[in-house]
């Protein structure tokens, strides 16, 4: 007969925590280039990592996992707004700066954060509280895509203006994947995946760089010296770890070769250092922080739960494969860092943060014991 599991999700804890030390291993390995360039640099990236990402992430985790799930339930709505309202303030100059040509980041107290960060969690519990609230209306357009089309399309103003076109994608494909839980009718899916697809286009021929990076990955020497070069970097790292890789600290490739080998490139020095195995290993640790993310989500009492973490889990995965895709040049560069991996304090932070809120809800899991 079914109970309530009363502990959190030790499995999914422990795959989480080895993606962390995992992570942290190879973000200082990718990060000895800029040591051997600038070693002031070195350091506060190094600190920013360990103990606003690593420490704080962990502390978050631990906080959010005690804080019962359904009181954001009616907060949702006024906790997307809120973010949206953060996510607008980097278009105040003297709260924000720019950086290579987009402008992402709050400079709050001497530190960068990245408000989009929480504009993602916080669309993932508005949407989780529409779709719950109104779930015996989704046979109605109007219910099914109106709510979805509309908190995508605040979040996509904000976003693609920065620009932050990764980050837009990320919350799409998060809302979509909701959306078929939820379970909104195929013609309705099939509306929203053909305005999806319309909306991409769009996006191409309006911004040249989304284009060009469309056409690199279709013919990687149409920009020999732009996003093209960094994909021929990234698949010599990757190509030159062979089976099991040069070892800890040994890539070449992050001296003066690789793009943001801290950022974007992780994956590929990640690679050259661990091979192919290495490479698998870390694909694995994806794939079952998803398998078993979903499995909580398919037994949780409620349906706002359950959607809340069909959408987290989607961001966490669907980012990392972004990244990972760009770097085998399986897809066109996104720019979305590797989740838990890739420099980025406040990634990092709401990563951590995030997979709490799915510890929390794992604990209200419905399990069904066996008869003896």
Same mark, same amino acid.
């Given at each position: 007969?079914?109970?309530? =599991?009363?502990?959190?999700?030790?499995?999914?804890?422990?795959?989480?925590?080895?993606?962390?030390?995992?992570?942290?291993?190879?973000?200082?390995?990718?990060?000895?280039?800029?040591?051997?360039?600038?070693?002031?640099?070195?350091?506060?990236?190094?600190?920013?990592?360990?103990?606003?990402?690593?420490?704080?992430?962990?502390?978050?985790?631990?906080?959010?996992?005690?804080?019962?799930?359904?009181?954001?339930?009616?907060?949702?709505?006024?906790?997307?707004?809120?973010?949206?309202?953060? %996510?607008?303030?980097?278009?105040?100059?003297?709260?924000?700066?720019?950086?290579?040509?987009?402008?992402?980041?709050?400079?709050?107290?001497?530190?960068?954060?990245?408000?989009?960060?929480?504009?993602?969690?916080?669309?993932?519990?508005?949407?989780?509280?529409?779709?719950?609230?109104?779930?015996?209306?989704?046979?109605?357009?109007?219910?099914?895509?109106?709510?979805?089309?509309?908190?995508?399309?605040?979040? &996509?103003?904000?976003?693609?203006?920065?620009?932050? %076109?990764?980050?837009?994608?990320?919350?799409?494909?998060?809302?979509?994947?909701?959306?078929?839980?939820?379970?909104?009718?195929?013609?309705?899916?099939?509306?929203?995946?053909?305005?999806?697809?319309?909306?991409?286009?769009?996006?191409?021929?309006? =911004?040249?760089?989304?284009?060009?990076?469309? %056409?690199?990955?279709?013919?990687?020497?149409?920009?020999?010296? &732009?996003?093209?070069?960094?994909?021929?970097?990234?698949?010599?790292?990757?190509?030159? &770890?062979?089976?099991?890789?040069?070892?800890?600290?040994?890539?070449?490739?992050?001296?003066?070769? #690789?793009?943001?080998?801290?950022?974007?490139?992780?994956?590929?020095?990640?690679?050259?250092?661990?091979?192919?195995?290495?490479?698998?290993?870390?694909?694995?640790?994806?794939?079952?922080?998803?398998?078993?993310?979903?499995?909580?989500?398919?037994?949780?009492?409620?349906?706002?739960?359950?959607?809340?973490?069909?959408?987290?889990?989607?961001?966490?995965?669907?980012?990392?494969?972004?990244?990972?895709?760009?770097? #085998?040049?399986?897809?066109?560069?996104?720019?979305?860092?590797?989740?838990?991996?890739?420099?980025?304090?406040?990634?990092?932070?709401?990563? #951590?943060?995030?997979?709490?809120?799915?510890?929390?809800?794992?604990?209200?899991?419905?399990?069904?014991?066996?008869?003896?």
């Amino acid at each position: 007969m079914p109970s309530i =599991r009363k502990h959190i999700d030790r499995p999914f804890l422990i795959v989480t925590l080895v993606l962390v030390t995992v992570g942290f291993f190879i973000f200082i390995s990718a990060s000895l280039g800029l040591l051997a360039r600038d070693q002031l640099a070195f350091s506060s990236v190094a600190k920013t990592q360990f103990f606003f990402g690593i420490c704080g992430g962990l502390i978050a985790l631990a906080v959010f996992a005690r804080i019962p799930y359904r009181s954001y339930r009616r907060m949702a709505p006024h906790m997307f707004v809120g973010a949206l309202i953060l %996510t607008a303030l980097v278009f105040v100059d003297a709260l924000s700066y720019e950086a290579h040509g987009a402008r992402r980041w709050l400079n709050i107290f001497g530190h960068s954060f990245q408000p989009a960060e929480a504009l993602k969690i916080a669309f993932v519990l508005c949407l989780a509280w529409y779709y719950s609230t109104y779930h015996n209306k989704l046979g109605d357009a109007r219910y099914a895509l109106g709510g979805l089309v509309a908190m995508l399309g605040a979040a &996509g103003v904000l976003l693609l203006a920065q620009p932050d %076109t990764g980050t837009f994608v990320l919350i799409a494909a998060a809302g979509g994947a909701m959306s078929l839980a939820a379970g909104m009718r195929v013609r309705h899916m099939a509306m929203l995946l053909g305005a999806m697809l319309v909306a991409i286009a769009v996006l191409a021929f309006a =911004r040249p760089y989304v284009f060009d990076r469309i %056409t690199t990955f279709l013919d990687p020497t149409t920009d020999p010296h &732009g996003s093209g070069y960094q994909i021929r970097q990234s698949l010599i790292a990757i190509g030159s &770890g062979e089976l099991v890789g040069r070892g800890f600290g040994q890539s070449i490739q992050k001296f003066n070769y #690789l793009p943001e080998p801290m950022g974007d490139s992780i994956f590929s020095v990640a690679a050259e250092e661990f091979g192919f195995l290495g490479g698998i290993f870390i694909v694995l640790l994806f794939l079952i922080y998803a398998v078993r993310g979903l499995q909580i989500a398919s037994r949780t009492p409620d349906r706002f739960g359950g959607l809340v973490v069909v959408g987290i889990v989607i961001l966490v995965v669907m980012q990392a494969f972004m990244n990972m895709g760009s770097m #085998l040049g399986l897809i066109p560069l996104t720019g979305a860092p590797l989740t838990f991996i890739s420099h980025g304090g406040s990634a990092l932070l709401f990563a #951590l943060l995030s997979t709490g809120i799915v510890l929390n809800i794992s604990r209200y899991a419905v399990v069904t014991k066996r008869k003896v």
